[in-house]
């Protein structure tokens, strides 16, 4: 399996970005969003099930973070509004079959994309 994210950058306060994570290989169910800050652990984010559509978010992007998933080109998207400086992180993509109640567990994801750059300024 090989995750590759993309779409970080600069933005200013209240601005927009869309990450995207192509996967290739053997993908799994669930895939998920997450995001580390320098001197920080590995913080959940987001996680879509691919089979059902089903999604969770942190508490703290809920109604600015929208996941979604394009099957067919099996390819993971973050669209992020309204952005913070406290979003600013590396943005990791990852994959895992792990129960739906774990998935905010990033020990519980088998495979990760490399991480993109997303910092917000003022």
């Known amino acids: 399996v090989q995750l590759q994210a993309s779409g970080g950058g600069l933005v200013q306060i209240g601005g927009a970005l869309r990450l995207s994570c192509a996967a290739s290989g053997v993908t799994m169910n669930n895939m998920g969003w997450f995001r580390q800050a320098p001197g920080k652990e590995r913080e959940f984010v987001a996680v879509i099930r691919r089979s059902s559509g089903s999604t969770k978010y942190a508490d703290s992007v809920k109604g600015r973070f929208t996941i979604s998933t394009d099957n067919a080109k099996n390819t993971v998207y973050l669209q992020m509004n309204s952005l913070k400086p406290e979003d600013t992180a590396t943005y990791y993509c990852?994959?895992?079959?792990?129960?739906?109640?774990?998935?905010?567990?990033?020990?519980?994801?088998?495979?990760w994309g490399q991480g993109t750059q997303v910092t917000v300024s003022s």
């Open positions: 990852g994959t895992s079959r792990v129960v739906w109640s774990a998935v905010s567990d990033p020990a519980q994801y088998h495979y």
